[in-house]
Structures are given as C-alpha cells and as structure tokens.
C-alpha cells in the first residue's frame, strides 16, 4: 500500500512502466500466457508461483487495475469481477455454504436484495434483515452459529440512508464475524470503510468508478485485518483438495480471504471482466477524484434547490442539514456524499412521471452516477420486483425519484428541473 493521497493513488497506482515500456496502462489481449517449462506452469496451477496462467483467473491488465483499488480502499488485495452483482455473490459465497445464514441491512439496493432472498435463497442460504432502527439486542437475536457476516451499503441506493460503519462492524466483530460494505456510492475518494472497521469491501465498478456509463464491472477488496483462523470459516483454515490440500490462511496469510475468491471462485464462476474494460475502467479511475469532487458540488446545490422549492414534498441527501443522517455523513462522508438524491414531487406517482418526462438535460435512463445528469422512478423499474412491505424496508415510496447528478454546470440542471417542475400541476388527479 502507497503512502500517496487519493487523488494521487487513483493516477499512479498499479501499473508502472519500467525504463522503455508503454507510459499507458497495456491492454494484454490474450487468454493464454507462454512459459518455457511444464514445471513452471505446474507451480502456477499449485499456487506455489506467481503469474498468470488463464485470463479466465488472472490477466496483466486486470492485476494492475485491481492494485490500484486495492491501494485506493487501503486493502491487500482485489479481484476484478464482470458486475457489481458478480462481486456481491462471490463476496458472500466465498464464506458461506448451504444452510448457513448472513445479516444485511434491509436499505440496499433492488437488485441485490433479490439476489440476497430469491437466488442464494435457492442455494440454501439465508439472509436476515435488520433496519438502523432495531435496538442492539434486536440485531443480536438474529445471530446463530450459522451466521457468517454482515453486510451493508455505505450510501443506500436508492434510500441514501448512510451506513453507521463502526456500529455494524462492532456487532460483526463481537460474533466472530466480518462486515462487508458496498462502497459504490461513495467511492474511496469519499469514504474508505476499512478506517471504520469494515473488513471487505465491494463495488459496482460501472457506477463512478467507470464514470462514463461503458462498462459493467464489478470489484471485492481485501482488507486483510480480519482473522479467519477463529475456528467460523473453514474453507480457508482447511485443506482446498482442488488445489492439492492448500490451507489459504496458512499459505497467503492476509492475503488468504481475496485468493481463494480469485483461484477458487471466479475459476469456477467464470465472472473474470475482458482486458478491454479492465482498461477502460482504469481511464474512468484516473479522474475519479475530480469527478466526485464536482458531482458532490453539483448535488448539493441542486438539493437545496429542490428543499425551497413548494412543489417538493420532500428531499433527501445526506448533506443536507435537515437529512436525518446528516450526522452520520459528517462522520463518514466530510468531503461529500456522492451526486445522488432522492426525492418527491406533491402529487405522488403521476407528477413523477410527468417531471421526468419534461426534462431536457436529464436523461431517464437505468443506470446512475456517471457523468451525465439522469433520474429513475426506483418502485417501478430498478425495485419492481420488490413487495410493498420491501420496498418500505428499503425506503423506497411511490413517489420517490433517483436524480443522479452529473458533472455538467449545476445552473443548467437546476434550470432543467425548473422548467420541467412548471409543467407539472401538482393538484391534478
């Protein structure tokens, strides 16, 4: 791990060229690695040397880039993945198996609570979901000696509740357990959860990451301060038979979480993104740190905007003062809380759609924080699948709009979402 700032880590981490070699970050455009002896590559598929033996496990181009957000979050380590759902899966099935069990927080987003209760349902395992609102002895109850982690999102998509990291990691930590946060929103340049205790991070690489809407990825970062040995996990204290009876803890050390979820999990999986987006991912990472810098500026002044507004109903945006959790964000989140808000137009439902159908510059698209301004209506596209007791637990309501503010002027979305707040007639049945 460097010693550089953010903004410098997201240039100059990873790849470095030595003397005569490409100053840009080479895009390795081959499955196959070639080597002058069987016994070589015999060692790389025994784990005893390093190197890359397939790009389905391990490319040039993705090593780079997963060092750079390995050093970027402060971890020892990181596995690119296809999507940020990819990351999530692997994350949790690289501890935990069939008839064991996970605590999540209920604000997260759509599409990976239907992964949390429909899919890894399917596979025998269960998720147990608490609110911030449940008393210790509450989230307490819901351990057993089945439960193997718990996990959150630093900023809620689309709630935009604000994770209290140290809390979570302390009732992880005081059941044996590891916390696994969601950083997408909030990206290492706003919050770096391994400083509050978290022990994996994960992120859907296509948001701000990528920051240009090109590619899907997905990424898990290691911060190798958690101890497996304590008698919890042991798929890594014990013998891999796949790989001629490697014990991870006890080879990698640190480093054992993220190895087995890249020689074991991603092996089998195949969830290993192209060399191509790992490249384009490493473009959009270079200006990370401006980019949220102007997307947090941006957001704030639109979110102030929206709050004197009197066809508003409501706003939400970590930052601002009259934000339930705008403690929480001084705490975690000082230098800004992402380009996203949530909020309601009086009218509920149809002065929704009637907004976001007369705007101009923003786009409504499914996707967010990239730089292009665009909203979402969450209940009806990204949380359809959702019942109406889990989108309540999410804090998602019907008249809830996704504005993900971009990095364009704030004067010209604000006008935007003027002119497209006077075609709405709030008292319209």
């Not at 099935?93 to 997260?108: A, K, R, W």
């Not at 008698?231 to 190895?259: N, W």
């Not at 102007?294 to 409501?314: G, Y």
Request: glycine share 8%; charged share 20%.
């Amino acid at each position: 791990m460097s010693n550089y700032k953010i903004e410098t880590k997201c240039i100059q981490s990873g790849y470095k060229p030595d003397n005569g070699e490409a100053r840009v970050l080479p895009i390795y455009q081959s499955t196959t690695f070639k080597y002058d002896s069987a016994d070589h590559l015999g060692d790389l598929f025994d784990l005893k040397a390093p190197g890359h033996m397939y790009s389905r496990i391990s490319n040039p181009t993705l090593s780079f880039v997963e060092e750079k957000i390995a050093d970027m979050e402060g971890g020892v380590g990181a596995v690119l993945t296809t999507s940020g759902q990819a990351a999530n899966m692997l994350a949790i099935l690289n501890i935990t198996s069939c008839g064991q069990n996970f605590v999540s927080l209920s604000s997260i987003y759509g599409g990976t609570i239907n992964l949390f209760s429909v899919s890894l349902k399917r596979m025998g395992i269960e998720v147990r979901y608490v609110t911030p609102e449940m008393t210790d002895e509450e989230i307490d109850a819901l351990f057993d000696e089945n439960t193997t982690l718990v996990f959150g999102e630093t900023i809620a998509n689309p709630a935009l509740n604000v994770l209290d990291i140290e809390k979570f990691a302390n009732i992880a930590h005081k059941h044996g357990l590891p916390l696994l946060v969601d950083n997408t929103f909030a990206t290492p340049v706003l919050c770096r959860p391994f400083e509050f205790g978290a022990d994996i991070v994960i992120h859907s690489t296509t948001k701000y990451m990528d920051g240009h809407a090109t590619v899907v990825g997905g990424c898990v970062v290691d911060s190798g301060k958690f101890n497996w040995d304590n008698g919890k996990f042991p798929g890594l204290c014990q013998p891999d038979e796949s790989y001629h009876g490697v014990v991870y803890t006890k080879d990698f050390g640190e480093a054992a979480y993220i190895t087995k979820l890249r020689v074991q999990l991603v092996r089998d999986f195949g969830v290993s993104p192209s060399a191509m987006n790992a490249f384009l991912l490493n473009l959009g990472l270079e200006t990370l740190h401006l980019r949220m810098e102007r997307h947090c500026e941006n957001a704030l002044k639109v979110a102030k905007f929206l709050e004197s507004n009197d066809k508003i109903s409501w706003v939400n945006y970590p930052k601002l003062e009259s934000s339930a959790d705008f403690d929480l964000a001084s705490k975690y989140l000082p230098n800004g809380a992402c380009g996203v808000i949530s909020f309601g137009i009086k009218g509920g439902r149809s002065s929704a759609v009637k907004f976001m159908d007369s705007l101009k510059l923003a786009a409504i698209v499914v996707h967010v924080a990239d730089a292009r301004t665009c909203v979402l209506h969450p209940a009806s596209t990204t949380h359809r699948q959702l019942t109406d007791e889990q989108l309540v637990d999410a804090g998602i309501g019907a008249d809830l709009i996704r504005m993900s503010v971009g990095i364009e002027n704030a004067d010209d979305i604000i006008d935007d979402i003027k002119q497209a707040l006077n075609e709405v007639d709030c008292n319209a049945n």
